[in-house]
Antibody, heavy 121, light 107 residues
Framework: EAQLVESGGGLVKPGGSLRLSCAAS????????MSWVRQAPGKGLEWVGR??????????DYAAPVKGRFTISRDDSENTLYLQVTSLKIEDTAIYYC????????????WGLGTMVTVSS | DIQMTQSPSSLSASVGDRVSITCRAS??????LNWYQQKPGKAPKLLIY???TLHSGVPSRFDGSGSGTYFTLTISSLQPEDFATYYC?????????FGQGTRVELK
């Protein structure tokens, strides 16, 4: 069964950094466009950013609140997606979900379980 | 950015009820509108994409409609497992944007 498993979350001080990982299995990861979506405690869903497949250019797009601080990358040889988060702010506290960003459905059709990032002094 | 506005923010209903949730986009998004269901402590799941196409495995009691700026999610006969929060999301442009969510609670 296809799945996504995030890791790397934790407690970090304001201004700190983390690298989140998302291990993909049982689907053709290298063809997939991938996004990160986050959810602050008790709040709604917020798209963070996307990376296209390498064959589609491998380009990235980011939401305004994280642009310049967050970087999405991928290692197709390891079927792994990454989210490097830097200059963290209190308001970045959230569950971060790795999702497949379907090019045919224009929807997030598979979600990981999420990894929690808490930014606190 | 395209703003997505859902109504109501919450609703109370009974098993067997027909419920509808609306989603409005600040600009036309054709039919690039998706619906997700999220239960407490769980990741969201895709229910409907392209405004009206049921994702694999989604029961037929879920129905989506609309185009342009106005969309509706209808559950024809609410089941116990349907009590959850529902989000709409536009897939028309980046940044992808979500509605604020509609919580469906047991009356």
């Amino acid at each position: 069964e296809a799945q996504l498993v995030e890791s790397g979350g934790g407690l970090v001080k304001p201004g700190g950094s983390l690298r989140l990982s998302c291990a993909a299995s049982e689907f053709t990861f290298n063809n997939a466009w991938m996004s990160w979506v986050r959810q602050a405690p008790g709040k709604g869903l917020e798209w963070v950013g996307r990376i296209k497949s390498r064959t589609d250019g491998g380009t990235t797009d980011y939401a305004a609140p994280v642009k310049g601080r967050f970087t999405i990358s991928r290692d197709d040889s390891e079927n792994t997606l990454y989210l490097q988060v830097t200059s963290l702010k209190i308001e970045d506290t959230a569950i971060y979900y790795c999702v497949t960003d379907s090019r045919t459905k224009y929807a997030f059709d598979m979600w990981g379980l999420g990894t929690m990032v808490t930014v606190s002094s | 950015d395209i703003q997505m506005t859902q109504s109501p923010s919450s609703l109370s209903a009974s098993v067997g009820d027909r419920v509808s949730i609306t989603c409005r986009a600040s600009h036309s998004i054709s039919t690039f509108l998706n619906w997700y269901q999220q239960k407490p402590g769980k990741a969201p799941k895709l229910l409907i994409y392209g405004a009206s196409t049921l994702h694999s495995g989604v029961p037929s009691r879920f129905d989506g409609s609309g185009s342009g700026t106005y969309f509706t999610l209808t559950i024809s006969s609410l089941q116990p497992e349907d009590f959850a929060t529902y989000y709409c999301q536009q897939g028309y442009v980046t940044p992808r944007t979500f509605g604020q969510g509609t919580r469906v609670e047991l009356k």
